[in-house]
């Protein structure tokens, strides 16, 4: 049996809106029964306008410094617990600042320690889309209404998995966060889906299916099930992540995440190993995945 997470591992060492030491999310992984986790925190941003709301008192030379200091210490406790977990260090992109972006999320992972990458979008045009439901509204207003929103979004995701091939979409349909339920996209938008989509399969990114809406009450998993089943139709592959802040979200929801994986109709489930000197994808069939 195989149990992992590839987007998560956010600790309240270095990310303001997340609790506990990094070393104390692994301990719970390892309490959980992952046999595999990665660790995804955020990369920094570059510009005081991008900092959020709890950064007041941070410029963005001290997000630089935390995150260096994050992945200093994700490889000291990855071999703390190399004999009772596979660890895996990575980070979460930025499509920030907008006109500069590529060169530095390339920089990140060329002169860190990260064996993975998660592809994740969290602003339209520099405006953060997923930090509060009136920011969100706010924005879509400004740019003509949701479904224009939604599709610069894709558009915006769509062009950094096809530039920096992660080797995991981030929970791709983000934008839909504050949707009431029974939402579904409109054709317009599911179109710059599909590009992610191919993208995605092109560079054999895996799709973040991710609990983090539905732990908080947001909705269902991401994405989405007409995306997952386009996913599915695609040949796509598909991983868990659970997008922890902290000891108490470790692993919660997963469960979801696996429901929704099956019922889109795909017999595996995607997770990474240290093979020849990298990490490549290796499929699990879906009775195999449980803690």
Not at 1 to 29: I, N, P, Q
Not at 77 to 106: C, H, K, N
Not at 157 to 162: F, G, S
Not at 179 to 204: M, T
Request: aromatic residues 10%.
């Amino acid at each position: 049996m195989v149990w992992f997470s590839y987007h998560g591992g956010h600790s309240g060492e270095f990310c303001r809106h997340a609790k506990d030491t990094l070393e104390a999310v692994v301990g719970r992984a390892v309490e959980a029964g992952f046999t595999h986790y990665g660790l995804s925190e955020h990369a920094p941003r570059f510009r005081a306008q991008d900092m959020l709301s709890d950064e007041t008192d941070l410029s963005p030379a001290d997000l630089v410094d935390i995150f260096q200091r994050y992945a200093a210490e994700a490889v000291r406790v990855r071999a703390l617990f190399a004999d009772r977990i596979d660890v895996f260090v990575g980070f979460e992109t930025e499509r920030l600042p907008p006109d500069d972006w590529a060169r530095r999320m390339r920089k990140i992972r060329n002169q860190g320690p990260f064996e993975y990458v998660i592809g994740s979008v969290h602003d339209v045009d520099g405006w953060v889309v997923d930090y509060s439901a009136e920011q969100t509204l706010a924005l879509a207003d400004a740019m003509g209404g949701a479904e224009a929103m939604q599709v610069r979004y894709f558009a915006a995701l769509a062009d950094l998995v096809e530039t920096l091939k992660p080797e995991v979409v981030g929970h791709i349909d983000l934008i839909r966060k504050f949707e009431p339920a029974g939402f579904s996209f409109g054709a317009r938008a599911f179109r710059e889906i599909e590009r992610v989509l191919e993208a995605a399969r092109a560079s054999d990114s895996a799709l973040d299916v991710n609990c983090g809406a539905w732990r908080r009450g947001l909705g269902p998993v991401y994405p989405l099930p007409a995306i997952l089943d386009r996913a599915r139709a695609m040949g796509l592959r598909v991983t868990l992540g659970d997008d922890s802040h902290g000891t108490k979200s470790v692993g919660i929801g997963l469960e979801a995440c696996l429901r929704a994986i099956a019922e889109a109709g795909f017999q595996t489930v995607s997770y990474l190993e240290r093979r020849d000197g990298g990490v490549q994808w290796r499929d699990a069939p879906l009775a195999s995945v449980a803690p």
